[in-house]
């Protein structure tokens, strides 16, 4: 009996258009505190964690910027963040049946989102897919985000899936440094805000969730294989 595969989604640009939503929080927070947030700013740190983004982006516009307060702004930012897709859920096109597939085929399905844990929940609930996924890590889960691997190689042990038997679906080119570093293939989805080019270092990159299927998992894995015996 062949190997179990493993799939694991981002969350954000993969199984929600959050795009939109993530840049207008920022942009809402920065209002909030009497600054600026420029969209530059947010693609420079869009597929990191909030903390790391405020870590690194916020010093210029609040000084002596405490951990504290980090914690304190990202928590608001992700309130202001739940608030604008609870109005409007921006799910992804594909992605519930390409969900239901991969799960009718018994894949293991595992999210490896940057995100805080309550956006995660929020979002696979909003999805139907809560019977799907068999782990959610988030950005509580981990100590470094990506383009460190942690986040999926973490998906990967509670799944009980080996790294080479694992398939990442990935938005941002950190994301696909990350699945690269955890030793596993990796679908990239150009989806708002990124271009075909930018994903070129996954081992497919498309337009939607709808030009995947069970097969091409399947294929990504098992081309593997297939070279190791010979």
């Keep these: ?46 597929g990191r964690t909030s903390p790391e ?23 608001r930012k992700e309130v202001i963040f739940r608030d604008l897709i609870e109005c409007d859920f921006p799910t992804m096109d594909g992605a519930f049946d390409l969900l239901s597939a991969l799960h009718a085929a018994d894949f293991a399905l595992a999210v490896g989102s940057s995100g805080p844990a309550d956006n995660v929940q929020m979002v696979i609930e909003k999805l139907g897919a809560v019977d799907f996924f068999s782990a959610a890590i988030t950005g509580s889960d981990v100590d470094r985000g990506k383009p460190d691997p942690q986040v999926f190689q973490l998906a990967a042990e509670r799944l009980g899936v080996s790294a080479n038997r694992c398939v990442v679906v990935e938005d941002a080119p950190v994301g696909i440094a990350a699945a690269r570093a955890a030793g596993m293939k990796c679908i990239g989805i150009a989806s708002t805000g990124r271009t ?35």
């Design 53 to 75: 983004v405020l870590a690194e982006q916020w010093l210029a516009k609040e000084a002596n910027l405490t951990g504290e307060r980090i914690r304190e702004l990202a928590e």
């Design 1 to 46: 009996m062949p190997k179990r595969i493993a799939v694991i989604f981002d969350m954000d640009g993969v199984l929600i258009d959050s795009y939109a939503a993530h840049f207008e929080s920022w942009r809402v927070l920065a209002a909030e505190n009497g600054v600026e947030y420029s969209q530059l700013e947010f693609v420079a740190g869009f």
């Design 196 to 230: 075909r080019e930018e994903l070129r270092a996954a081992d497919l990159v498309v337009g939607s969730l709808r030009e995947v299927s069970v097969v091409d998992f399947r294929e990504l894995i098992e081309s593997d294989s297939e070279t190791m015996k010979a």
